[in-house]
């Protein structure tokens, strides 16, 4: 069973559907035990991240995932889930994060006029990890969907399993022992998104 940590901020049906479709059980949850006893845990995500740290520490929901991640279990942090993974954000000032990994959250600040903040849309994933396992069978360059105004600069590059070009090569996504972490929407990146939510699954 995948455990989906619901704290109020994010398409979290959608991100289940998306495992479903892969043959995948999921199960959306605010239940510490549940989450706990799950195989897999998925932090989602969708907004700022004050109030989503403000909402996990009001439901009790930090311990769980460090204690899911102590675990070994597999972990996948998504959009917002991926960047509260970190330890400080500069949104709304500067916010703490979980401080799982070390790093922090910044904001684009493009340059060029062509390009929009938030990044909304299609972007390339190049990958630097080619060991990485939710990248199994995905082709470099491929497209993935992606919509954020700020993007996660690791501490340690050597997590960095791809970048993304936004202006900047941002790490799109990172691999840290059981942690997994992507910028973009898997479940809204067609047949490679639901292949890396797939590998995900096979871990």
Same mark, same amino acid.
């Given at each position: 069973m995948i455990a989906i940590i619901d704290y109020g901020m994010g398409n979290l049906r959608s991100v289940q559907k998306a495992f479903e479709k892969v043959g995948a059980k999921a199960s959306i949850s605010q239940n510490k035990d549940e989450i706990l006893n799950a195989d897999k845990v998925v932090l989602p995500g969708v907004g700022a991240i004050k109030p989503a740290i403000e909402k996990l520490?009001?439901?009790g929901l930090v311990s769980c995932i460090e204690k899911s991640i102590e675990q070994g279990k597999?972990?996948?942090g998504i959009c917002l889930g991926y960047q509260l993974l970190f330890e400080r954000? =500069?949104?709304g000032g500067e916010v703490r994060g979980l401080g799982i990994i070390e790093g922090s959250v910044e904001r684009f600040k493009p340059t060029d006029?062509?390009?929009k903040v938030?990044?909304?849309g299609w972007n390339q994933l190049d990958?630097?990890?080619t060991n990485c396992p939710i990248f199994k069978d995905i =082709?470099?360059?491929v497209n993935t969907y992606f919509c954020h105004s700020y993007y996660v600069n690791p501490r340690h590059k050597d997590?960095?399993?791809t970048t993304t070009n936004y202006g900047i090569d941002f790490a799109s996504s990172i691999w840290k022992d059981n942690i997994y972490g992507v910028q973009f929407h898997p479940e809204k990146s067609q047949d490679a998104g639901l292949t890396i939510l797939k590998n995900f699954t096979e871990i």
């Amino acid at each position: 069973m995948i455990a989906i940590i619901d704290y109020g901020m994010g398409n979290l049906r959608s991100v289940q559907k998306a495992f479903e479709k892969v043959g995948a059980k999921a199960s959306i949850s605010q239940n510490k035990d549940e989450i706990l006893n799950a195989d897999k845990v998925v932090l989602p995500g969708v907004g700022a991240i004050k109030p989503a740290i403000e909402k996990l520490k009001e439901l009790g929901l930090v311990s769980c995932i460090e204690k899911s991640i102590e675990q070994g279990k597999p972990f996948l942090g998504i959009c917002l889930g991926y960047q509260l993974l970190f330890e400080r954000s =500069d949104e709304g000032g500067e916010v703490r994060g979980l401080g799982i990994i070390e790093g922090s959250v910044e904001r684009f600040k493009p340059t060029d006029d062509t390009l929009k903040v938030p990044q909304m849309g299609w972007n390339q994933l190049d990958i630097r990890l080619t060991n990485c396992p939710i990248f199994k069978d995905i =082709d470099n360059k491929v497209n993935t969907y992606f919509c954020h105004s700020y993007y996660v600069n690791p501490r340690h590059k050597d997590i960095v399993a791809t970048t993304t070009n936004y202006g900047i090569d941002f790490a799109s996504s990172i691999w840290k022992d059981n942690i997994y972490g992507v910028q973009f929407h898997p479940e809204k990146s067609q047949d490679a998104g639901l292949t890396i939510l797939k590998n995900f699954t096979e871990i």
